[in-house]
């Protein structure tokens, strides 16, 4: 149910303007949700901006739900008496690594937009024909987009190096040392195989039923496919599905750990995380969530936690014991989710409750805490990171994107 809701949500904003700059906006929470033009207080230009737009409705032109303080859906006097106990408020924003861009992959839109998580602005709008999935090389100086029309390989200047003809936008996998790429053909059921050397379709590996996300073991023996009811092991070094494992449900994502010794995958109708060991490929358990669905998910970088996005919350677990640690709710429906390298920031795209406002919720894993929504996507589905500075001692200039 949720998940329909966002669908005709994003086709009743697909039509939003192609400029990200014009699109994108963040506004935090609290007091400083006043602060409408980010400057870190919230002042007489403000002030401005609301009586601008007081009165106004939701589906009446002049309304932005940025000035909807109570998220009604009409700017109206509660909005003003929340404006005007804010006013004045001034706040340091909380600390953001300088050197990481946030690219956030639209379906809905046909974009990537690339974000400013330092001072919350858009960067770059990144046009695709229905984009399925990305990947950002280890060194951060490439971008691999699968797309309807087949996948593109970026430069860190967002120029295009070369793509790679293909059939459909299904999800992409990298092999470690990046000799390697897969993309998923859900019509065909069948995963193709990409060398990045010859920058051609090497092969095709049989799957079962309409594969999805993938994930590599780290040692790039294994490749593990999320088809919608079972998960296919295929040997690398044969490019042959050797094993299938029911999984007795609908299969959302899969991730592997650190050590590639576990494969977390989530079952979306009945909302659990599964375990695989991936030594005898065995189901080993299952976390149960008191939830619609479970979808998106995400390890932290030391392997410890798992971050999985439920119909309305995002809930971290404790991967030592299969055991959940705490939730915070944050939409009526969820999508993509993204943990900054640092381990200190979630991004999770989130359908905002009562106005159905498409966006990417922000949230401090440190005091567990919504920070803000960046607002103006219509269905953030693949959030990912990339540094655009390694120098040391640009810990405090600005993000200096290409």
């Not at 906006?25 to 403000?46: E, I, K, M, R, W």
């Not at 008496?81 to 924003?93: E, I, N």
């Amino acid at each position: 149910m949720a998940v329909c809701m966002w669908f005709v949500t994003a086709i009743l904003l697909a039509t939003a303007p192609a400029d990200g700059a014009l699109r994108l906006h963040f506004q935090a929470t609290g007091s400083l949700a006043s602060d409408f033009d980010n400057d870190g207080a919230v002042g007489f230009t403000d002030f401005l901006a609301f009586t601008e737009r007081f009165g106004a409705s939701v589906g009446e032109a002049g309304y932005d739900v940025r000035f909807d303080l109570d998220q009604n859906g009409i700017v109206d006097f509660q909005d003003f008496l929340l404006f005007s106990d804010a006013f004045g408020t001034t706040s340091t924003p909380p600390q953001t690594s300088p050197d990481l861009a946030l690219y956030i992959l639209d379906p809905g839109s046909s974009s990537i937009d690339v974000y400013n998580i330092k001072n919350h602005l858009a960067q770059t709008f990144l046009p695709f024909r229905n984009p399925g999935s990305m990947k950002i090389s280890d060194d951060h100086e490439r971008i691999y987009v699968n797309e309807q029309y087949g996948m593109f390989v970026i430069n860190d200047a967002h120029e295009v190096l070369y793509s790679v003809p293909g059939r459909t936008s299904g999800a992409l996998a990298l092999h470690p040392n990046e000799t390697f790429a897969y993309t998923a053909e859900a019509a065909n059921n069948i995963v193709r195989v990409i060398d990045l050397t010859a920058q051609a379709p090497v092969d095709t590996i049989q799957t079962g039923n309409r594969p999805g996300k993938m994930a590599v073991s780290p040692d790039g023996r294994w490749l593990y496919v999320a088809n919608l009811n079972d998960i296919s092991v295929v040997d690398l070094t044969q490019n042959q599905e050797v094993l299938r494992v029911d999984v007795n449900g609908t299969l959302d994502s899969i991730v592997i750990d650190v050590i590639g010794n576990r494969a977390y995958y989530t079952v979306r109708d009945r909302a659990t995380v599964g375990v695989l060991d991936t030594g005898t490929n065995a189901i080993v358990g299952e976390i149960q969530f008191d939830a619609e669905d479970v979808n998106a998910m995400r390890l932290s970088q030391d392997g410890t936690r798992l971050y999985v996005n439920t119909t309305t919350s995002l809930v971290e677990l404790d991967v030592t014991r299969n055991l959940v640690i705490r939730s915070i709710e944050l939409a009526a429906a969820t999508s993509g989710l993204g943990i900054t390298p640092d381990g200190l920031t979630a991004y999770v795209g989130a359908l905002e409750p009562q106005i159905f406002e498409p966006g990417l919720a922000v949230v401090d894993l440190t005091e567990w805490r919504l920070l803000g929504r960046v607002r103006g996507f219509v269905f953030p589905f693949d959030i990912r990171f990339r540094r655009t500075s390694f120098s040391t001692d640009e810990t405090e200039a600005a993000l200096m994107l290409p």
